[in-house]
């Protein structure tokens, strides 16, 4: 699979959106933007680590992903509390690959596709 990424590979604290050629996407947190998509594109490479079930779904079914930077936090923003807001406002989007319906929690949602 390749990953697209539109925006700069800084090191930046930030949340992003990992999306699909069908539009399904997943809202996640990094402290190190470049790490993370590195990561992405090793596990995907590999096929190990997804991060979800869904996740690695569409990575069965499609060649290529996006990854891009939603909101790069500021140094007195907490990381979890702003991808909640993300999270929250993704909540009844039936694209939305979240396990969870919240940032401090994996438990929560389950969904079936």
């Known amino acids: 699979m390749k990953i697209l990424c539109s925006t700069p590979k800084s090191k930046a604290r930030c949340i992003y959106?990992?999306?699909?050629?069908?539009?399904?996407?997943?809202i996640g947190s990094t402290g190190n933007f470049r790490q993370r998509l590195s990561g992405y594109k090793s596990s995907f490479k590999?096929?190990?680590?997804?991060?979800?079930?869904?996740?690695?779904?569409?990575?069965a079914l499609f060649d290529t992903?996006?990854?891009?930077?939603?909101?790069v936090l500021k140094e007195s923003e907490s990381?979890?509390?702003?991808?909640?807001?993300?999270?929250?406002?993704?909540i009844g989007n039936p694209l939305f690959l979240n396990r969870s319906t919240s940032a401090f929690s994996n438990s929560g949602m389950i969904k079936a596709r």
Do not use: T
């Open 79 to 90: 990381l979890r509390e702003i991808e909640d807001i993300y999270i929250k406002a993704s």
């Open 46 to 59: 590999n096929s190990i680590g997804s991060v979800n079930k869904l996740i690695a779904a569409k990575v």
């Open 65 to 71: 992903a996006s990854f891009e930077k939603m909101y």
């Open 17 to 26: 959106k990992l999306s699909f050629p069908d539009g399904s996407f997943y």
